[in-house]
Nanobody, 120 residues
């Protein structure tokens, strides 16, 4: 079974930076698109950024220009560099990965989440 483990969360001041990492392990299948979602208390889970195996990226409009997503296909890891953090971005951040079972099918796996708090 695929396991995703996030790390790098913590406390940042407004305007500060954090770097989140996620590693996928335990899969004999290929990992496709990987990315990050976040969920604040009382709110729906929100897409932050995704990156394909080819390096194409997709960002939420609210984070464009401030966050950068990267990946290492060989290691099945994905990172999220978050700069100029805002208090409203306090949330639990979840890593996700698409596990490819066949060329046309698969499923999405989720990590356990890592807490990001932006406060002064």
């Amino acid at each position: 079974q695929v396991r995703l483990v996030e790390s790098g969360g913590g406390l940042a001041q407004p305007g500060g930076s954090l770097r989140l990492s996620c590693a996928a392990s335990g899969s004999r299948f290929s990992i496709g698109t990987m990315g990050w979602y976040r969920q604040a208390p009382g709110k729906q889970r929100e897409l932050v950024a995704h990156i394909t195996t080819g390096g194409s990226t997709n960002y939420a409009n609210s984070v464009k220009g401030r966050f950068t997503i990267t990946r290492d296909n060989a290691e099945n890891t994905v990172t999220l560099q978050m700069n100029s953090l805002k208090p409203g971005e306090t949330a639990t951040y979840y890593c996700d990965a698409y596990v490819m079972l066949t060329s046309t099918s698969g499923y999405t796996e989720w990590g356990q989440g890592t807490q990001v708090t932006v406060s002064s």
